[in-house]
Each structure stands twice: as structure tokens, then as C-alpha cells.
């Protein structure tokens, strides 16, 4: 392939991504959330594109952080993994072999999951510390015990749901992978041109459901947000995020719904991105419709707390499998 | 805690701000493995020694600073002042001004739990429900707008009877019959669709339960103690609500789900007796100002606000009140708010506390400084 031609095709589906992942916050919130909510709510540009802007151009503020610089790099590096995702999604990228496979998604997807590790461990926010109340006053219950940041429990958190949350992803992931006999995206996206989406099979439609919950999960959005959940950790990791570093945060989430939309086309419809074909419309449509199906399963749920968060995850994990068994079948 | 000694070895702080708290209290909260072992809440963020101000203020203008002491009950507040110098000076106020005193608090009971609701939504992580429950409240609202003039504190009761701006003429009795209408029809389509989500009811049933006997010994109050089995409402002891027909609501279970659903149930109690209230409602004058100020000892007096029993003591010295003392329903039910977490998740625990209707602004009532240098305390 042409490699001038190869550079344009990776470069304009990237920025293509970018700015359409710019809009999609703003149509999650807008168009359902806040119409099922009964409100106005925020206008569409405001939560992915002028939220992001508005925050470069405000101050920064150094975290209370041990190590405030990787603590705000962390941001960043989430966006290149997920921009690392969509890059090798891209079929001129399918040349670099491994890299365009299942095992380095899985693996920039890890890199995902775990910087929250990372910010929840790296942040020490006022919520949790700066108490004016000493605790050895009269009548303190129980006087010098170590104290938790909510952050450091948003941490704990995030290694559970390396545990056991990101299952159902990972296993809807290689349906495709067992149907086309292959990790390598170039032969998934080939076998899906001879013999059919995925999609339109059973495997294809227990693992896609499998796949939608995992997305959820993934994005912490409601009644998945144990990560974030208001009702206890706040923010969690995001809590001490300012001015750039913030911005990256709603860049990454967006970046993100854009990236695994992108994903699932490639892996469940044979239709990787590229700017160069038609084909991205469907892309761009699986990375609008993704986001509206979960602002309006998220809009009538109830924050999960571990009892309800366990066996959804069991299930799901257990229809990824029964997905995957039927597969091979 | 079953009797036996634990050893709890971490900390996790809540507060004073945090975002499922909508007023600042301190939480401490004990835990092993993300669930609850024991709790500590603090008050005293808030404190602005209302009662001090109070003191040796002329009763009419001491009456209207209680209306300060909480943003969500104020009207109750000034109406249980007022009540106390009425007692001490033998006022007795027109039929008509009872009437109108009655509707206003029930409208405020309405808001109120409807607060409640939205902000059990809200920590329970439906944003969804707690919109459209702030959508209603709004309607209440506008209501205590149209009679009293103010959204927040409407300032109706005065010794005597009310203020005469508040009195009702038809149109705002039309309206007030619309917009209950309204009220209860929401309610019922949200009462409906709320009980019968089962991934609602997985969250809220059988969480932070507080039994009878708990809630008698922590001496709760309010709806927090009849969602426990426990039939005890003030309104059926005060003369002014004797003839108005309502239920006392009870619920058994005690947990997140019977006091989300005793608020539900109290909202059509309260609809119902404004109705009353509206199609009884006496003519004639709403203040009656031939009474004479004279001293009086300590005036005690009790009223049912939204959240329990609220109190009210003063005694009045040339005009002016002395001693004044207000306890608010909130403080009695602190101790089940701290009881109610143990033994479940974290992110039960702020559900645990909001179940009992926190209102920590206008428990902070009196402050302690401590030196912790030498200890001494003032």
C-alpha cells in the first residue's frame, strides 16, 4: 500500500475520531439523559468539546499528591491507550501483525483499567483529610486509626474490577476471534467479508450484548460507577484532576466511547475505520448508538453496590462464555 | 455488633462536604473490607447560635428569626414559636387562621418529603427519579409562594393568627386545589413505577434496617420512628388538627425501603387533609390583636414537623425572650443514623443516614470549643 496514502487514511480517521468523540458526551446528556430526566439539560457541545476547551484555559492546581506529576500524567496516558486502540484498528495499521491482533488490545485496554490503580493510590484530595475536626476530641469512638482516602478506595476498587469487572469485555472480544479462527484483526475483518457479520449470528448476538455490558462497565457509567459512585468515593480518581488534566479526562472518556464503538464495528461487523470508505458512517453510527443505549439504561438505574454488581458480572461473564462455546460450535 | 469486641483498623472520613450530603455534618465510618463496623457522625459546621441571638430580642421579631433556622421547615419553626407565645399569653387565634396555619405546614410537609425522595434518589445514584421529584416539589413550591409571598420563608404565622397577605381568596384556593391535583397524580405515577423497579427494590430493601426496639431506644422521632412500626404522630395531640380526618402512616420493616415509602404514603395523608382544609375552610378574620404581652415563665411547646417532634421553649421577660431552647427533630434521630450504617457497604451507609431525613443545619444548636491543650471546655 501506498504509504503516503496509508498516512492519510490513519491520520484523518484518527482526527475524524477525535472531533466525533468530541460530540458524544454532549448527545448522551443531552438527548437522553436529560430528556428522559424531564429537563433541558446542558447544550450538546458543552460536556465533550467547550467543558474540554474551558478547562485548558484555566489554572492549574497542584494535586496533594506524592507524586503529583505522574499523577497528572496519568490522564494522557489513558488517552494513548485508547489512541493506540484505534490506531491499530485502522486497516493500513494491519500490516504490523501482533500489534493489529486481539492480544494488544486486550492489552492497551488493561493499560486503561489500571491507571485508575494508579490515580486512586497517587491522590490525596481535601474530601477525605483536611478535617477541622480533631479526632482525638472528646467522646471520638475509635482515636488514631489509619485513615483512608476516598481515592485510595476508588483504588481498591479499580483492582476489582481488574479482578472481575472487565470480564465480560474480554470475553466478548474473542467470539469473533473463535469464529474466525484468528486473533489477528486483518483475518476477522477477512472472514467477516466471505461469511457475514458476526453479528447476525447467535454467538454474534449473546457476545454483542456481552460486549455492551462490558462497555458500560469499562466506562463506569451508572449503576456500574463503583468507581466514581457519588454516593461514597465522590469523583475517586478524578477527584484532584484540574484545569489541562481534567480536560484530558473528558477528552479520554469521549475518545473512549469513540474507540470501543469503533471496536465493535471492526470485531462484530467486519467494518474497521477508515476515513477513505464509506464504512466509517457505520462506525460513527455504532459509536452514536452506543453511548444513547447506555445513557438510557444508566438514566433508570440505581447505583449498584457490590451485592448487585457480583452477579451481573457473574451473568454476563457466564453469557460471554455460553457465547463463546457457541462459537465453536 | 453482636457484643463482642472488634478491632477496627481503618478510617474512612466523610464530610464535611460531600457531595451526597446536602448540608455539612462529619461522617467517620469504621470499616473492614468496605463494609460499615462502626459509624461517628458530627455536627456543628453550621453553627449560628440563633438561639443567643434570640435572647432578650422583642418575641415578634425573636419568632421570625426561628424562621431561619432551616431552609426546608421554616415555616414549622415560626409556627411553633408563635405557638409558644400564644400558650404563655392564653391567645386564642380565629378558625380561620388555624385553617390557613394547617395548609401551610402540610405544603411544607409535602416539599419537604418530596426533598427527602429526590435526595434518596439522588444518593442512591437515580438521577432520573430525583429530577422528576424535584420537578414536582416544584409545584409545592410555587403553592407557598402564592400564599405566603416567599418560596423558602413565607413568614405566615404571627401571634394571634397570620399575617392578613396570606389570607386565601378564591383564586389561590382554585389554585392550591390544581396544584395538590397535580401533586398527588405525579406521586402516584412515580409511587407506582419507583415499587415496582426490582433493581430498586434490590438496592433499598433490607438495607440499613432500624428495628422498634432500636428506634425507642435511640429515641427517634418523626416518620424515621413510624417507618419502624411505631404509631406516633404529635399532629393527632394538637387541638388545631382535631378536625381533620388523616392516617397515621406506619410501616414495619424500618430500612432504606419503608422510610423512602412512609414519605410516599404521608404525601397523600397531607394532600388529603389540605383538601379538607380547602373545602371546610371558616370565613371571617385571620388575626386576632386584642391580646396584651405580659411575662410568662418557661413555655414549652411541641409541633410534628416533616421530620418528627420539634421543640420550642421560651420564656417571655418585658416583652422580650429569655431561655430560648429549640430542639429539632434531626438531633434525636442522629444516634439511628450512626446505628443504621453498621454492618453494611460504604456506599449503603449514605443512603443509611438519609433514610433518617438529616436536617444538620437546624440540628446544630448549641457548640462546644474544646483547648486540647489544657482540655478546658466553653
Known sequence: MDPSYSAVTVLGTVILGLLVSLWLPGIER???????????????????????????????????????????????????????????????????????SLVAIVGFLKIEEVIYVFMGSLSRSVMSMGMPFPDLARGAKHPDLQRYF??????????????????????????????????????????????GPVLFTLAGVVGAVVFFI??????????????????????????????????????????????????????????????????????????AVF??????????????????????????????????????? | M??????????????????????????????????????????GVNHRGIERIMEGLPVEKANSLTEKVCGICSGVHLWNSVLVAEKGLGVEIPERASYIRIIIGELERLHSHLLYLAHGNEVLGHETFSMRLFYIRETVMELLRLIGGNRVQYGVPIIGGIRPRADLDEMKVQRIREGIDLIEEKVEAFAERFTSD????????????????????????????????????????MPCYDPFEFEVITQDEGDVRANLLMRVLEIFESVKIIRQALRD??????????????????????????RGRLYHSYAIEDGRVRGSVIRTPSMSNIGAMQYACIGHHITDAQLGIVQCDPCFTCTDRAIEIVDLSDNPRR
Not at chain 1, 50 to 70: D, H, I, N, Q
Not at chain 1, 215 to 243: H, Q, R, S
Not at chain 1, 299 to 327: D, E, I, M, N, R
Not at chain 2, 205 to 220: E, F, M, Q
Open chain 2, 198 to 237: 426490582p433493581m430498586i427494590m434490590s438496592r433499598i430493601t433490607g438495607v440499613c434496617p432500624i428495628s422498634r426496639k432500636d428506634a425507642l431506644r435511640l429515641h427517634v422521632t418523626g416518620p424515621t420512628l413510624r417507618a419502624t412500626g411505631v404509631d406516633l404522630d404529635i399532629r393527632r395531640e
Open chain 1, 30 to 100: 443531552k438527548f437522553v439523559h436529560a430528556r428522559i430526566q424531564q429537563r433541558i439539560g446542558p447544550p450538546v457541545s458543552s460536556p465533550g468539546l467547550m467543558a474540554a476547551l474551558k478547562f485548558f484555559y484555566k489554572k492549574t492546581v497542584r494535586p496533594s499528591s506524592p507524586l503529583p506529576r505522574l499523577y497528572n500524567s496519568l490522564p494522557i496516558v489513558g488517552f494513548i491507550s485508547a489512541l493506540l486502540i484505534l490506531l491499530f484498528l485502522i486497516p493500513p495499521m494491519y500490516t504490523l501483525g501482533a500489534l493489529a
Open chain 1, 150 to 195: 476516598l481515592e485510595d478506595l476508588s483504588s481498591m476498587r479499580a483492582f476489582r474490577l481488574i479482578a472481575f469487572g472487565s470480564f465480560p469485555i474480554y470475553i466478548a472480544l474473542f467470539v469473533p476471534a473463535v469464529m474466525s479462527g484468528s486473533i489477528f484483526l486483518k483475518d476477522i475483518v477477512a472472514y467477516q467479508a466471505v461469511h
Open chain 2, 2 to 43: 453482636d457484643g463482642k469486641e472488634e478491632i477496627i483498623e481503618t478510617e474512612i472520613a466523610m464530610g464535611p462536604v460531600h457531595s451526597a450530603a446536602i448540608e455539612p455534618y462529619r461522617v467517620r465510618l469504621f470499616v473492614e473490607d468496605e463494609i460499615v463496623r462502626d459509624a461517628e457522625i458530627t455536627v
Open chain 2, 281 to 306: 375552610l371558616p370565613g371571617g378574620k385571620v388575626v386576632d390583636r386584642s391580646w396584651e404581652m405580659q411575662d410568662t415563665g418557661i413555655i414549652k411547646s411541641y409541633v410534628e414537623a416533616p
Open chain 1, 291 to 329: 453511548p444513547i443505549l447506555m445513557a438510557i439504561f444508566s438514566a433508570f438505574a440505581p447505583v449498584f453496590t457490590f451485592k448487585q454488581f457480583y452477579p451481573v458480572t457473574a451473568a454476563a461473564s457466564v453469557l460471554g462464555v455460553l457465547a463463546l462455546v457457541t462459537a465453536f460450535v
Open chain 1, 214 to 287: 462490558g462497555y458500560m462497565i469499562l466506562l463506569n457509567e451508572y449503576p456500574f460507577a463503583i468507581l466514581k459512585t457519588k454516593a461514597d468515593v465522590i469523583e475517586g480518581p478524578y477527584m484532584e484532576y484540574a484545569a489541562r488534566y481534567r480536560a484530558f479526562v473528558y477528552i479520554t472518556r469521549g475518545f473512549l466511547m469513540f474507540t470501543l464503538g469503533c471496536l465493535f464495528s471492526v470485531l462484530f461487523l467486519g467494518v474497521p475505520p477508515n476515513i477513505l470508505s464509506w464504512g466509517i458512517l457505520v462506525n460513527i453510527a455504532v459509536a
